[in-house]
């Protein structure tokens, strides 16, 4: 197998919080895996080197191949390859969002040595400065995150990641159950550059190669894991489809105020090149503070829906954000801090919301407040989350 090119620099939104990312023992033991310096960030958050300068501590951590000199990305928990592995691909598969081409190879390249910077080959791409390094980062860092947050693994087995993903201008977790995906992007996370196949979209964003976005896609593996609330998500009414949506976004949230000690609450926003106040931009994030519709209900008849399960599903997850919004710093309905509500979400999702075909948004409410109640919240407290649902439209009696 010939190796693809890399160039290694000589040269000496900083990650303030950082958990213990270092994978397991077994096909990847401590002595397999060494620490490297490589770039990331984008135009949006600056350059910034992991294992050098404010990073020293945040190194990236690779595995030694089985040729001599040589390193990949993977351990037990993901393998990453490169979209780019052989250059430009062909066509896609007719009338879907799939490439035909897959790329085959896990992304292996020769070891840096001790002063040495890591930068890939057709990686820094659509002012990016290395999302292959980013992606890598972030989701081993994440792991240890989910541990430390719901005692329990992210993922339910080994998760493939395609960063350079060249059929689309989004980020997707590909569920193991999925419809009409190919059988090889099952149990996939496929990272793109941020431009759409007809070149569009580059004005507006960097790749989606940052941690709001990258947690958010491993929160759906987290919430479709076998007995968690969304295992099951073809089976359910399409507007849970939101609530999935809302849970991965506050999630991702809550990532980035635990590792840098705060959050914009906004969900997209550190991958975006132009200015969120313009209309043609907003629709790249969802804004908890400013969403598209404040009232689910408004939502339904301004885009000309009969009933909440017509919405699309990040319609109803952006007006959820926004309920979580009042409930953190309303002045009438704030009155919770953000570990808070995330400890309220983890316990319903992971304790109480037994989904079925019949259950509906107001079901999950009563989740979240039964979770408070049984987390010894006072009444007075857990009384703001049925009020600020019902503000939202949420615990009314919506047309299903």
């Known amino acids: ?9 000589s040269l000496p939104l900083l990650l303030s919080g ?18 490297v310096s490589g770039h990331g960030g984008n135009g949006a958050t600056g350059i910034y080197t992991y294992g050098l300068d404010e990073l020293a501590d945040k190194p990236l951590r690779v595995t030694k191949g089985d040729t001599p000199g040589t390193c990949n990305m993977s351990n037990t928990n993901f393998e990453l ?6 250059g430009s691909v062909e066509n896609p598969i007719p009338d879907g969002f799939w490439s ?6 896990i992304l ?78 099952k149990n996939n996370i496929l990272i793109s550059d941020g431009i759409h196949r007809d070149g569009s979209g580059i004005e507006y964003t960097y790749s989606f190669a940052t941690s709001d976005i990258l947690v958010h896609e491993l929160t759906h593996a987290y919430t479709g894991k076998k007995g968690h609330s969304f295992e099951k998500i ?34 997209g926003a550190d991958h975006i090149k132009c200015n969120i106040s313009d209309s043609d931009c907003s629709t790249n994030v969802r804004d908890f503070k400013n969403p598209q519709y404040k009232n689910v209900i408004d939502a339904i008849s301004d885009q000309g829906k009969n009933s909440l399960d ?4 990040h319609i109803i997850g952006d007006t959820l954000n926004y309920s979580f919004y009042l409930l953190l710093k309303d002045d009438n309905y704030g009155v919770f801090t953000l570990d808070e509500l995330i400890e309220i979400y983890i316990h319903a ?30 009444d007075e407290k857990t009384s703001k989350i049925k009020e600020a649902f019902t503000q939202t439209g949420f615990y009314s009696d919506l047309p299903l």
């Not at 035909?100 to 190879?105: A, F, K, L, Q, S």
């Not at 992210?154 to 190919?182: C, W």
């Not at 017509?310 to 599903?313: A, D, G, R, T, Y």
């Not at 009563?366 to 010894?376: F, M, N, T, V």
Request: hydrophobic share 30%.
């Open 81 to 86: 390859r490169n979209g780019w592995e052989n």
């Open 349 to 378: 999702e992971k304790n109480v919301w037994k989904l079925n075909p019949s259950s509906s948004s107001k079901d999950l409410v009563d989740g979240l407040i039964s979770s408070a109640s049984a987390l010894d919240y006072s």
């Open 108 to 185: 292996t390249f020769p070891c840096p040595t001790k002063n040495e910077i890591l930068q890939h080959d057709q990686d820094k791409r659509n002012g990016s400065f290395s999302p292959i390094n980013d992606t890598w980062f972030i989701l081993n860092n994440a792991v240890p995150f989910y541990e430390e947050l719901s005692g329990e693994l992210p993922m339910s087995e080994k998760i493939t990641i395609i960063s350079h993903y060249l059929f689309g201008a989004n980020a997707q977790y590909v569920r193991p159950d999925h419809e009409y995906a190919p059988d090889q992007f």
């Open 18 to 35: 950082c958990f213990d990312s270092s994978p397991p023992t077994g096909n990847n033991s401590t002595d397999s895996i060494i620490e």
């Open 310 to 313: 017509e919405l699309e599903v």
């Open 100 to 105: 035909d081409y897959y790329p085959r190879e």
């Open 1 to 9: 197998m010939s190796l693809p090119t890399y160039f290694y620099l």
């Open 234 to 267: 073809n089976a359910l009414r399409d507007s849970l489809g939101g609530w999935s949506e809302h849970f991965s976004d506050i999630i991702a949230e809550y990532y980035q105020f635990k590792t840098t000690g705060k959050t914009d609450l906004i969900h």
